[in-house]
């Protein structure tokens, strides 16, 4: 792990410094008496005090802009290899793949303030203590050992001893007669949190008559269990304090503080059992369950299939082995859901890990999963990959194919590629569940293309097995897709954004008691707004995009707001180019869409669920609860409802503008539309009744929209692998995008055209094809201009390291490297 040592000759470390949540990098020598090793926790001065650091990297000369004479000394080593060898070397990994330095791979992996949330202390060695002190020993040594000796534990903070008077240097003395050692503990348990939950407490007959809106809310909060959370059952119940503080006065319920645990609270849940399996899912759980160490999985299953299932009974015997499983899911949205299935099954050994989560949730589930007791389930997003569980058994992620696993800042990685390096360097199963794989994955379980798919028994094409969900749990038919030209709709004289089959089909779902979700894959009202008079676009002052139009309700403030830069205004009444007050909305978004159901169908009960109605914590469980408990008819929103949603209520899904998804400036824009498509149509016909699909569009000829009403998608895969291998596009090859952006548009054109010139040459010899400098395809985002440079080349012809193009950037001019970019934008 480290370099040998030389006492003859300086050693000096670069260590990761987290202080005040800024992580960074410095440069310390290492005492000639210490022997660090890469991955070491470390003491070191830092300012006025001391912290702890890990180390980074060995060197035997210090950094040329250092005066080796002002570089400080390491303290001491607080723990050798904190991280074990295998997740050390996966640290590694990631950073040399993505073009990144280790220690923004560290700020990734590690939770918020990890460090600086540690105490050093002191703790006396009783068992080494001489049964007479010398009589050598200064007064000052006896002082401390005196300290130590009255402590219950034996053990005090090192600020607390110098706050006493004790010096730095008797404390490292007491080290080194080994009367004492020095450690970095975890933070002391934090003060109860209290929080306000409410409790039902009056039986089926309240104590004083109820108005009807009363009488819903005793009635959702019984379904609850009685038993909620104040925040919980306002959202729920969708009330306010005062409400519910009648009924308290009424004797219906009682309020009141109670202990909160640091972790994401829930619903309590009743347990489950095992359920019955399909031959498919029985087969498919045989070969993970007698799998070789370090296997990887695809398990294709259709929507509704019960791969969630087959999840939880491979989870199982990992358990029972005192093995952990790591669960990883695309967005935060999916997690409220996925993870009440998994606590029914498997109680408080489930915990949740994602970026919705407060500073302290995250950093105690990351302590908890470093050590723990016994074997967890960690169910998270993509940064949930780097948790350091120890005894590894299994890794799962499901709806693979999502790009929510795909990083979009620095660095730019992807959970999938991460996982499979951790799953072979922990050589632990790696199960990949989707009902539309990604092409990367098919074409690496299937090496002879997606034909060899079709058989309904695994293929074996080690180290990847092919595994087949092909039907629904019972049998249920997959929903009917039935195209709607809107081209038609308009020969008619129907303006409405609404088809009318799609409104025929929505007011037969009401008379018959059912509910429906409407997908559209822009949140907002309409994606612009332009002058019917002058033409003119009302545009973002700090982006090159146009503002889109939010308007919630039909009573609400209108107002136009940016998507990238989040800068928004009121809505102007008259045209700021030419003062008309003909102004129009073009294109259509979800909160559009609640509008014009509102005016169609006043009597249907609609929820958004979109970025904009799900910001606040435990909104996503609150909406989804709702609708689950039949609190509305229609869910409308936008790509969440593609995640994996299970709600067997559901028998129709109406598809506005699908023509939104099939048009996008990327290499991958027809397989993202069609996994997009088939999975939100996957939602409809998941209970006892037949689903239905009603696709609106103005191109019922396009292949993706043709693939999708006869659910074929190993045959449109197949196609695309094709197109893929003849234009060099992942995964047939791979591009590097490098993204500049500064505030100064001539600094950051002038640094681009240089790093073009230098990373020229560095291809110079390669196969690979250096395209740009040009301006990217939205030049401007919050107020930074933005140009880049794309490289092309075959699949598995190394890089050169192109982190060395850092040094000709200048400070003001910031440099992303994304490795297989999805997002060319």
């Known amino acids: 792990m480290g370099l040998g040592k030389d006492v003859t000759q300086p050693q000096w470390v670069n260590v990761l410094v987290d202080y005040g949540g800024q992580p960074a990098a410095y440069t310390y020598e290492v005492p000639p008496d210490l022997e660090v090793g890469v991955g070491d926790i470390l003491t070191v001065p830092?300012?006025?005090?001391?912290?702890?650091?890990?180390?980074?990297?060995?060197?035997?000369?210090?950094?040329?802009?250092?005066?080796?004479?002002?570089?400080?000394?390491?303290?001491?080593?607080?723990?050798?290899?904190?991280?074990?060898?295998?997740?050390?070397?996966?640290?590694?990994?990631?950073?040399?793949?993505?073009?990144?330095?280790?220690?923004?791979?560290?700020?990734?992996a590690l939770p918020p303030g990890l460090l600086a949330r540690s105490q050093r202390r002191l703790r006396l060695r009783r068992d080494r203590l001489p049964l007479t002190q010398p009589e050598a020993l200064s007064p000052e040594l006896k002082t401390i050992v005196d300290d130590l000796q009255r402590s219950p534990h034996g053990d005090y903070t090192w600020p607390y001893l110098q706050r006493r008077g004790h010096s730095y240097r008797a404390m490292q003395q007491l080290i080194q007669l080994g009367w004492a050692e020095s450690y970095l503990a975890p933070p002391q348990p934090p003060k109860t949190k209290q929080r306000q939950a409410v409790t039902l407490v009056c039986g089926d007959t309240p104590p004083i008559e109820l108005t009807a809106r009363q009488q819903d809310i005793l009635a959702t909060l019984r379904r609850q269990g009685g038993d909620l959370w104040l925040s919980d059952a306002l959202q729920l119940c969708q009330t306010t304090s005062p409400t519910l503080k009648r009924l308290a006065q009424a004797g219906c319920l009682v309020i009141e503080p109670r202990e909160q645990l640091r972790a994401e609270a829930g619903p309590r849940l009743s347990a489950d059992q095992p359920k019955p399996l399909t031959d498919y899912q029985a087969a498919a759980l045989h070969y993970i369950n007698k799998s070789q160490q370090g296997s990887q999985f695809l398990l294709h299953g259709v929507t509704g299939s019960g791969k969630t299932e087959v999840y939880l009974q491979a989870i199982a015997p990992r358990l029972a082995a005192g093995q952990s499983a790591l669960v990883l899911v695309p967005e935060i949205g999916l997690t409220p859901q996925l993870t009440d299935r998994f606590r029914r099954r498997f109680g408080d050994q489930v915990w949740v890990y994602h970026s919705g989560l407060a500073d302290g949730e995250r950093y105690d589930t990351w302590r908890q999963s470093f050590k723990p007791a016994k074997p967890l389930v960690i169910v998270g997003t993509r940064s949930a990959i780097f948790m350091p569980l120890p005894q590894l058994g299994l890794i799962i992620l499901d709806e693979e194919h999502d790009s929510s696993y795909k990083q979009d800042?620095?660095?730019?990685?992807?959970?999938?590629?991460?996982?499979?390096?951790?799953?072979?360097?922990?050589?632990?199963?790696?199960?990949?569940?989707?009902?539309?794989?990604?092409?990367?994955?098919?074409?690496?379980?299937?090496?002879?293309?997606?034909?060899?798919?079709?058989?309904?028994?695994?293929?074996?094409?080690?180290?990847?097995?092919?595994?087949?969900?092909?039907?629904?749990?019972?049998?249920?038919?997959?929903?009917?897709?039935?195209?709607?030209?809107?081209?038609?709709?308009?020969?008619?004289?129907?303006?409405?954004?609404?088809?009318?089959?799609?409104?025929?089909?929505?007011?037969?779902?009401?008379?018959?008691?059912?509910?429906?979700?409407?997908?559209?894959?822009?949140?907002?009202?309409?994606?612009?707004?332009?002058?019917?008079?002058?033409?003119?676009?009302?545009?973002?002052?700090?982006?090159?995009?146009?503002?889109?139009?939010?308007?919630?309700?039909?009573?609400?403030?209108?107002?136009?707001?940016?998507?990238?830069?989040?800068?928004?205004?009121?809505?102007?009444?008259?045209?700021p180019a030419c003062g008309s007050p003909y102004l129009k909305h073009f294109g259509?978004?979800?909160?559009?869409?609640?509008?014009?159901?509102?005016?169609?169908?006043?009597?249907?009960?609609?929820?958004?669920?979109?970025?904009?109605?799900?910001?606040?914590?435990?909104?996503?469980?609150?909406?989804?609860?709702?609708?689950?408990?039949?609190?509305?008819?229609?869910?409308?929103?936008?790509?969440?409802?593609?995640?994996?949603?299970?709600?067997?209520?559901?028998?129709?899904?109406?598809?506005?503008?699908?023509?939104?998804?099939?048009?996008?400036?990327?290499?991958?824009?027809?397989?993202?539309?069609?996994?997009?498509?088939?999975?939100?149509?996957?939602?409809?016909?998941?209970?006892?009744?037949?689903?239905?699909?009603?696709?609106?569009?103005?191109?019922?000829?396009?292949?993706?929209?043709e693939a999708v009403t006869q659910h074929a998608y190993q045959g449109f895969i197949a196609e695309e692998w094709a197109q893929r291998q003849l234009l060099q596009y992942p995964p047939a090859g791979q591009m590097v995008l490098l993204r500049l952006s500064c505030t100064d548009p001539?600094?950051?054109?002038?640094?681009?055209?240089?790093?073009?010139?230098?990373?020229?040459?560095?291809?110079?010899?390669?196969?690979?094809?250096?395209?740009?400098?040009?301006?990217?395809?939205?030049?401007?985002?919050?107020?930074?201009?933005?140009?880049?440079?794309?490289?092309?080349?075959?699949?598995?012809?190394?890089l050169p390291d192109l982190r060395v193009l850092k040094q000709h950037c200048p400070a003001t001019v910031s440099l992303t490297i994304d490795v297989d970019p999805l997002n060319l934008a």
Not at 85 to 90: D, N, P, Q, S, V
Not at 453 to 467: F, G, I
Not at 588 to 608: H, K, W
Not at 759 to 772: A, E, I
């Open 409 to 575: 800042v620095s660095p730019c990685y992807h959970a999938r590629t991460v996982a499979r390096w951790r799953a072979e360097l922990e050589n632990c199963p790696l199960v990949l569940g989707s009902a539309t794989p990604s092409l990367e994955s098919w074409v690496q379980c299937q090496e002879l293309g997606p034909e060899s798919a079709k058989s309904e028994l695994p293929k074996n094409a080690l180290p990847w097995t092919y595994l087949s969900l092909p039907e629904r749990v019972r049998a249920q038919p997959l929903p009917q897709v039935k195209v709607i030209d809107m081209r038609d709709e308009l020969q008619a004289g129907n303006r409405n954004i609404l088809s009318r089959s799609l409104q025929t089909a929505l007011a037969a779902m009401k008379a018959e008691g059912n509910q429906g979700l409407l997908f559209i894959h822009r949140r907002g009202h309409s994606s612009f707004v332009s002058c019917r008079s002058c033409g003119h676009v009302i545009m973002c002052p700090h982006c090159d995009v146009s503002l889109s139009y939010h308007q919630p309700g039909a009573n609400s403030t209108m107002t136009l707001r940016c998507h990238y830069c989040g800068f928004s205004q009121g809505h102007p009444r008259h045209c």
């Open 46 to 108: 830092f300012r006025h005090q001391s912290i702890g650091a890990i180390a980074l990297s060995l060197s035997r000369t210090p950094p040329a802009n250092l005066v080796p004479a002002q570089i400080r000394s390491v303290e001491g080593i607080v723990e050798q290899r904190f991280f074990a060898a295998a997740y050390w070397e996966l640290l590694q990994r990631v950073a040399g793949h993505y073009q990144v330095s280790l220690i923004q791979v560290l700020k990734t």
């Open 588 to 705: 259509s978004g979800t909160q559009r869409v609640v509008n014009a159901l509102a005016e169609t169908f006043p009597d249907l009960r609609c929820i958004r669920f979109d970025s904009d109605t799900t910001r606040t914590k435990g909104a996503h469980r609150a909406l989804l609860t709702r609708f689950a408990e039949g609190g509305a008819d229609l869910l409308v929103g936008t790509q969440m409802l593609t995640k994996g949603i299970d709600l067997p209520q559901v028998t129709l899904v109406g598809i506005i503008a699908a023509d939104g998804l099939l048009y996008m400036n990327d290499y991958w824009a027809s397989e993202r539309a069609l996994q997009m498509l088939i999975q939100v149509a996957g939602r409809a016909g998941r209970g006892e009744q037949p689903g239905q699909v009603l696709l609106q569009t103005y191109t019922p000829d396009h292949p993706v929209i």
């Open 746 to 798: 001539e600094v950051v054109e002038q640094t681009a055209a240089t790093l073009a010139q230098h990373l020229g040459q560095m291809l110079k010899g390669s196969s690979y094809q250096l395209l740009g400098p040009a301006p990217a395809p939205i030049p401007r985002v919050a107020r930074r201009f933005r140009w880049h440079l794309l490289a092309k080349g075959p699949k598995h012809e190394p």
